[in-house]
Structures are given as C-alpha cells and as structure tokens.
C-alpha cells in the first residue's frame, strides 16, 4: 500500500466550493484501478489548507494508471480551479512492524 500526502492550498473565500467540487472528484479518483481510500483534513491553523490522503495498492496505480489517464484530467477539473498555488504532493509506504 501506498499512502499520496498532496497539501492543497485553496484559494481564499472558497473552501465550500472546493468541499463540494472534491466530494464530485472522489466518484472519478474511486473509479480508478488501485484505488483503496480517500480521506481529507481541513488546517486548523490554516483553513487555507488542506491534506489530502489516497491510498494506493501501488505507486504506479497513481503516477501511472491515473495520473496519465482522462480520469486524472477530469478529477483536476473539478477541483484546480480552487488551487492557489499547484500542489505539493509526495508518496509514502508503510513501515513494517510500525503500521
């Protein structure tokens, strides 16, 4: 399993909107071969801010199987609209006998 911790920066005066446009993208991230879980945290210090957790069965079921596919292209039009600045996004695996 593989864990994508993305930082989403919302433009200001529209994190309703954004809920709402993810809540329409997560149909077309769950459609996605390797998908498992979708999970998003608010910032509390930042309401700004956003962590967006996907897990993945691979790495490559993210970095290729959606993010080269049309289903990435319509998952961004959902929500990039709402970025201020381009996500920061990195993969994590678990570490065993920890997790």
Same mark, same amino acid.
């Given at each position: 399993m593989i864990l994508e911790h993305a930082v989403i920066t919302v433009r200001p005066d529209r994190h309703q909107e954004f809920e709402v &446009? /993810?809540?329409r993208a997560r149909e077309v991230i769950a459609s996605s071969p390797g998908f /498992?879980? /979708?999970r998003l945290h608010r @910032?509390? #210090?930042s309401p700004d801010h956003y962590l967006l957790l996907v897990e993945w069965e691979t /790495?490559?079921?993210h970095?290729? @199987?959606f993010r080269e596919s049309d289903r990435f292209t319509e998952w961004r039009s959902h929500i990039g609209p709402?970025? #201020?600045v381009p996500p920061q996004v990195d993969h994590y695996a678990p570490v065993? @006998?920890? &997790?």
């Amino acid at each position: 399993m593989i864990l994508e911790h993305a930082v989403i920066t919302v433009r200001p005066d529209r994190h309703q909107e954004f809920e709402v &446009a /993810l809540g329409r993208a997560r149909e077309v991230i769950a459609s996605s071969p390797g998908f /498992l879980s /979708l999970r998003l945290h608010r @910032g509390v #210090e930042s309401p700004d801010h956003y962590l967006l957790l996907v897990e993945w069965e691979t /790495l490559e079921d993210h970095t290729i @199987g959606f993010r080269e596919s049309d289903r990435f292209t319509e998952w961004r039009s959902h929500i990039g609209p709402f970025f #201020e600045v381009p996500p920061q996004v990195d993969h994590y695996a678990p570490v065993h @006998g920890l &997790a």
